[in-house]
Structures are given as structure tokens and as C-alpha cells.
């Protein structure tokens, strides 16, 4: 069984551009939720993609943007960088959204430098 | 909106030691309530979650959490404290309609020899 993958490892970015975050699902799991999480701070929810639909969103601008495939894989989009996105996104899939075991599982995270 | 209170930043512990670790909520209702261990530069691990039942749940790495809804609790606890649970902690709710998962700041958690 593999877990859940998030490419790439590292970036470094500039304030303006325009950055894409990949993550592919653990097999068998069909929802991918997005957070972000900022040097000594929690994760904060951004989005979850259901069966390719957006399925709540956090409080994020629309700057952030996501798409989900067939293959139940996700991108993670942000436009017009700002030094505040600088932070570790994490990528979480699960099965379903209501009922079965509820769990969530995390890839290890794509760390973000925006300068 | 729910929200977690993780009231330490920080705790230094002795290997061997027993180790606990708050966690405060704020939900109008019971919340899914879960812990989560993160190791440096790796991703988020389930450590435990509560539903419904039993208040007193195990996990994994002989970890267990206690919820007691009069105190808003779901607190963490380790009998003997190895080196290699040296983390950060986080605490996470969320309500039994969705799955965004609301996290505490995070306790991070020191282990000395």
C-alpha cells in the first residue's frame, strides 16, 4: 500500500510568481484536504476535494486554488505569492466523508520559501 | 467555529518519565477529537481518536487520551517517556458533519536523558 506523496520536496519561490503543489492520494482514497502550516503553528485547513469537488474551503483567499483528477490526485495552486504563504503545506487523504474510520492521512509536506 | 487550546508550548520531560499533554476545545457539540505526532521534517501521524464511547481510548506508540466533556478535555498521556518521543504534539477537532480537521498550536516535547 502506498502512502500518501507530495512533490516537490522544496521550493523557494518570489513574492508575485505563481507556485504548484502535487500530492497523490494513498491508494483506495478518494478525498484530499490541503493545509497549511506556518513555522510554530498548527495546520490550518484550506481546502478538501471530493470525487474531483471542492467540498469546503477554509479561510483563504480565492488566490488558492486546487484541482483534484480522475485518480483522485490533487494540485495545490497559489497565485501571486506573498512572504506569508511561506510555510509547509500538507497534503491529507482519506476515504469518504462521513462514516468509516474518519482518518486522515498526512504526506510529509512540501515546505514552501517565498522571498 | 470550533477551536483547540493547547496551553504548553513546551515541556522537557526525563526519559522514563510519565508525560501528559492539554488539550482544550471549543464546540457547541461532542467533536471527533484526535491526536497527532510530528517528527521533524516528516508529516502529521495519528496518534489516537475519540468518536464516541469509551472516554478512555489507546493508541499506538502506548499513547492514551482521556475526554471529558464537563471540562472541555481531551488531555494525552504516556506512562514512560522514551527518547524517541521527541516531538511536536498536536491536538486536532472536528465536527462529525465534515472532515476539516481544526489543530492546536501544537506542545512541542523535549525528552532528556
Known amino acids: 500500500e502506498t502512502g500518501v506523496t507530495q512533490s516537490p520536496t522544496h521550493l523557494i519561490k518570489t513574492r508575485g510568481q505563481q507556485v504548484t503543489l502535487r500530492c497523490s492520494s494513498q491508494s483506495g482514497h478518494n478525498t484530499v484536504s490541503w493545509y497549511q502550516q506556518a513555522l510554530g503553528q498548527g495546520p490550518q485547513f484550506i481546502f478538501q476535494?471530493?470525487?474531483?469537488?471542492?467540498?469546503g474551503r477554509g479561510n483563504f483567499p480565492p488566490r488558492f486554488s486546487g484541482l483534484q483528477f480522475p485518480n483522485y490526485s490533487s494540485e495545490l495552486n497559489v497565485n501571486a505569492l506573498e512572504l506569508d504563504d511561506s510555510a509547509l503545506y500538507l497534503c491529507?487523504?482519506?476515504?469518504?466523508?462521513?462514516?468509516?474510520?474518519?482518518?486522515?492521512?498526512f504526506g510529509p509536506g512540501t515546505r514552501l520559501t517565498v522571498t | 467555529a470550533q477551536s483547540v487550546t493547547q496551553p504548553d508550548i513546551h515541556i522537557t520531560v526525563s526519559e522514563g518519565a510519565s508525560l501528559e499533554l492539554r488539550c482544550n476545545y471549543s464546540y457547541g457539540a461532542t467533536p471527533y477529537l484526535f491526536w497527532y505526532v510530528q517528527s521533524p521534517g516528516q508529516g502529521l501521524q495519528l496518534l489516537l481518536k475519540?468518536?464516541?464511547?469509551?472516554?478512555l481510548v489507546q493508541g499506538i506508540k502506548g499513547f492514551e487520551a482521556e475526554f471529558k466533556r464537563s471540562q472541555s478535555s481531551f488531555n494525552l498521556r504516556k506512562p514512560s517517556v522514551h527518547w524517541s518521543d521527541a516531538a511536536e504534539y498536536f491536538c486536532?477537532?472536528?465536527?462529525?458533519?465534515?472532515?476539516?480537521?481544526?489543530f492546536g498550536a501544537g506542545t512541542t516535547v523535549t525528552v532528556r536523558a
Open positions: 476535494y471530493y470525487r474531483e469537488e471542492e467540498n
Open positions: 486536532a477537532v472536528a465536527r462529525p458533519a465534515d472532515y476539516k480537521l481544526s
Open positions: 475519540y468518536f464516541s464511547g469509551d472516554t
Open positions: 491529507a487523504s482519506s476515504f469518504g466523508l462521513a462514516g468509516g474510520n474518519y482518518e486522515q492521512y
